[in-house]
């Protein structure tokens, strides 16, 4: 495994955390047995491409999300969602407007009368 310490990303450099992705990326294409070659022709780049983010250098956003299908490791994309929250503002307000007790409907005892009783 890695030695860096992955607790603490915002105290890496830019380029530590480039030679962590490419890390991961290489162990993963590895434990599938895959070599650079099958990876790049199925992600539809070039192998040196491939080399490259391996090794940590700069390469487009698009290339390393095109790698992440190839290898099944789309999940990664998770950390990326934004679930949308409720204030607890907001929250107290839909609280307070929500019924406490039911209401007679007058439409309701119009029918009644109707009837005769």
């Given at each position: 495994?890695?030695?860096?310490?992955?607790?603490?990303?915002?105290?890496?450099?830019?380029?530590?955390?480039?030679?962590?992705?490419?890390?991961?990326?290489?162990s993963?294409r590895?434990?599938?047995?895959?070599?650079?070659?099958?990876?790049a022709?199925?992600?539809?780049?070039?192998?040196?491409?491939?080399?490259?983010?391996?090794?940590?250098?700069?390469?487009?956003?698009?290339?390393?999300?095109?790698?992440?299908?190839?290898?099944?490791l789309?999940?990664?994309?998770?950390?990326?969602?934004?679930?949308?929250?409720?204030?607890?503002?907001?929250?107290?307000?839909?609280?307070?407007?929500?019924?406490?007790?039911?209401?007679?409907?007058?439409?309701?005892?119009?029918?009644?009368?109707?009837?005769?009783?």
């Amino acid at each position: 495994m890695n030695e860096k310490s992955y607790g603490k990303w915002n105290k890496m450099t830019d380029k530590s955390l480039l030679e962590t992705i490419g890390y991961f990326i290489q162990s993963h294409r590895l434990n599938q047995n895959k070599s650079q070659n099958q990876v790049a022709n199925a992600a539809g780049i070039s192998r040196s491409t491939l080399s490259l983010l391996e090794r940590g250098e700069k390469v487009r956003i698009d290339s390393l999300i095109q790698v992440l299908r190839v290898l099944d490791l789309l999940h990664i994309m998770d950390v990326f969602k934004i679930e949308n929250q409720i204030s607890p503002i907001a929250y107290a307000k839909l609280k307070h407007k929500t019924r406490k007790k039911a209401s007679p409907n007058s439409s309701n005892l119009t029918n009644e009368e109707d009837l005769g009783w």
